[in-house]
């Protein structure tokens, strides 16, 4: 049964409503935005005898103790630190409660929809059945239309609907309803290329000669890395260890890793590959030279840096979404990592929180995906490489580590969307799952396009502003070996604070150090009270690669990224070898022991000719805690139990 937006093929109604009982005083539960209203425009009624499934999803519990919780296995002074959960515990945890089911039930039975027609969800969050329009119309109090979008997509719903007043605190979203459901009567799209998640990197030509370590500020190779961060030669390899890594739209070249380990990393045998899980795709791009479709940069770039301080460790990418969503949707679809959590964690495909069930209409992708396109010199409708199953819900495991550098100003999505998504993030600390994320590269500043409406507010960047994350920012080398925030001309290591998430207590006292010694100023450009980031650093500039066949450099913090993931997946590999558990969410630990990490003091994230933050003594949004030293990383967390 697909679990996404997709209103079901138009049947003949054959259910009728049963004698309905009075109904209680009905509230408005949801009513559209002014700002959703002007990007619809309303058609027709819906034909009041189509059929249609219809969801309810249920409000769930215990959302309030999230963090509590995940502090449980998390912080150093707990103990039950690293006594992390079983899947199905968390599950049990946060379902909605027996009554929230009955009372919903009772309702659906009492207004005709008796026990026979509908049914839970195997999560548990949703109560599904089918009905007619006219039953919808009646069960709701509301009217559903034809919505077309700015590009001829047409989809059902309605501008409101109602439930009685003591469901309010049981019902948490009804669908379709506000958010629409797409209709197959959507017009062809043209092509062109989708606005991509920001991937936190650019790339620059390093040369094809091997540097040594006297030259690492122009070209950090892994011995350069090594050396800087202390880090061993791995010599353990646990089957149940391997990094991962999130790609959307990047593929990574195996002659281009095969360059790679031959010049920087010999130990690493030829042929070494990723073990490749696809998510609802139906077509891969490894080995292919056409940049287009394949954009290999981001991928090697995470493997290439990674590989050499984890190996003989194994790797996992997890590639993400088909060719319509990554290269041809005209509509954006900017979210970036719903699809990517609803394989990891089928309870999540249809989880209700705050507002928000399941994947969403405005940003997410949707499977099974039957969308055409159009293309210069191609006039008739084509299948760009649609994926044509269901939605891929609960089908990989985490792994321990995974390493994320693709990012979005947090401005970009809803509250509501991104503390659901935030909500998962700690689901996967409570399994003892470690999230890195980049920082972005854009300074205090939404996007590193220099124009005067980015000026106005300092943002976080999303998934990094989510407190349940370890957020990378970037230093640079100097030429006397000392590192500062990474920064040149048209891009800056991000960090400030969040306007949606308040600093959450592992930080607060980091926070008030740094504004009590270290106040800023400008308090009116971001939100002094909120999540600060990045947490730590790494090195974010000039770091070899080896793209489309060429030894290169990279810069950004998603070159940093995949370095922190990867001494923390070392960590977890020598943990693992004496009987301990992964250290999961790591924050805690991190800023529990601020004298592990080389204090960064010099340098700036200004861009654009706006001022950003400095690094100063202790955390600051420039530079976070600082850059780690493995041993002392390694020391901390072997002494927890």
């Known amino acids: 049964m697909a679990l996404r937006w997709g209103i079901l093929a138009v049947l003949t109604a054959t259910a009728a409503f049963a004698s309905p009982a009075p109904t209680p005083k009905a509230v408005v539960h949801e009513r559209r935005s002014a700002q959703h209203t002007t990007a619809l425009a309303k058609r027709d009624r819906v034909p009041r005898a189509d059929v249609f499934e219809m969801r309810i999803g249920l409000k769930q519990q215990n959302l309030d103790r999230g963090y509590e919780l995940l502090m449980d296995v998390s912080d150093p002074k707990s103990p039950n630190y690293g006594k992390h959960w079983q899947r199905e515990e968390i599950v049990q945890m946060f379902a909605p409660a027996e009554k929230t089911v009955e009372t919903v039930q009772n309702w659906l039975a009492s207004s005709g929809v008796d026990n026979g027609r509908h049914a839970l969800t195997a999560s548990g969050g949703w109560l599904v059945f089918n009905v007619t329009v006219e039953e919808a119309e009646k069960l709701l109090d509301t009217e559903y239309w034809l919505y077309e979008d700015e590009d001829g997509q047409i989809s059902a719903g309605c501008d ?46 390093g040369g094809n000669t091997k540097r040594q370590q006297s030259n690492c500020s122009d ?21 149940n260890n391997s990094m991962g890594f999130f790609q959307k739209g990047s593929w990574y070249q195996e002659k281009d890793l095969d360059l790679f380990f031959e010049t920087y990393a010999p130990n690493i045998p030829q042929g070494t590959r990723p073990l490749n899980l696809s998510i609802n795709q139906a077509v891969w791009h490894y080995n292919e030279d056409d940049r287009y479709v394949s954009q290999p940069d981001e991928a090697d770039l995470d493997l290439d840096i990674a590989y050499p301080i984890i190996y003989p460790q194994t790797t996992t990418v997890y590639q993400v979404d088909d060719e319509y969503y990554n290269l041809y949707s005209s509509n954006g679809y900017f979210g970036i990592f719903n699809t990517f959590l609803d394989a990891i964690d089928g309870s999540y495909c249809n989880y209700s929180a705050y507002g928000e069930t399941g994947d969403n209409a405005q940003y997410d992708a949707s499977y099974p995906n039957n969308k055409t396109v159009i293309a210069p010199g191609r006039p008739e409708p084509f299948d760009p490489g649609t994926y044509k199953g269901e939605r891929m819900c609960g089908v ?33 600390g409570l399994q003892g799952v470690t999230v890195v994320a980049s920082a972005g590269n854009s300074g205090p500043l939404a996007t590193r396009q220099c124009m005067a409406g980015n000026y106005g507010s300092f943002w976080a960047s999303h998934p990094g502003n989510c ?83 060429e030894l290169d450099v990279a810069d950004g913090t998603s070159a940093a990224t995949p370095l922190i993931g990867g001494m923390f997946n070392r960590i977890n590999e020598e943990r693992l070898a004496v009987g301990k558990s992964t250290v999961g969410f790591v924050n805690p630990v991190l800023y529990a022991n601020p004298d592990i990490f080389n204090d960064i003091t010099t340098g700036d994230n200004s861009i654009c000719t706006i001022e950003g933050f400095y690094a100063v003594e202790g955390w600051d949004p420039a530079s976070g805690l600082g850059t780690p030293s493995y041993p002392s990383l390694l020391e901390t967390f072997m002494a927890l139990p």
């Open 467 to 549: 407190p349940f994350i370890t957020t990378v920012g970037a230093t640079m080398l100097q030429s006397n070996g000392s590192q500062t925030v990474a920064k040149i001309e048209g891009w800056a290591s991000s960090g400030g604070f969040s306007h949606y998430y308040p600093a959450p207590e592992y930080q607060k006292s980091a926070i008030s150090t740094y504004f009590e010694k270290h106040d800023p100023g400008r308090s009116s450009m971001y939100n002094s009270s909120g999540r600060g980031f990045p947490d730590i650093s790494a090195l974010g500039k000039n770091v070899a690669v080896a793209v489309l066949g």
């Open 396 to 428: 990989y495991e985490p792994t321990n580590v995974i390493s994320m550098s693709y990012s979005r100003a947090e401005s970009t999505f809803s509250v509501n969307y991104q503390m659901r998504q935030c909500n998962e993030w700690m689901k996967l």
């Open 219 to 239: 070209v950090a190779t892994p011995e350069c890395i090594a050396a800087l961060y202390s880090i061993p030669s791995a010599d353990k390899a646990h089957p």
């Open 160 to 205: 409101e609907y109602h439930v009685p007043s003591q469901l309010s605190e049981h019902v948490d979203f009804v669908y379709p309803g506000v958010v629409t459901a797409d209709s197959k009567n959507s017009d062809s799209l043209k092509r062109r290329r989708s606005l991509k998640a920001t991937r936190d990197k650019s790339l620059r030509r």
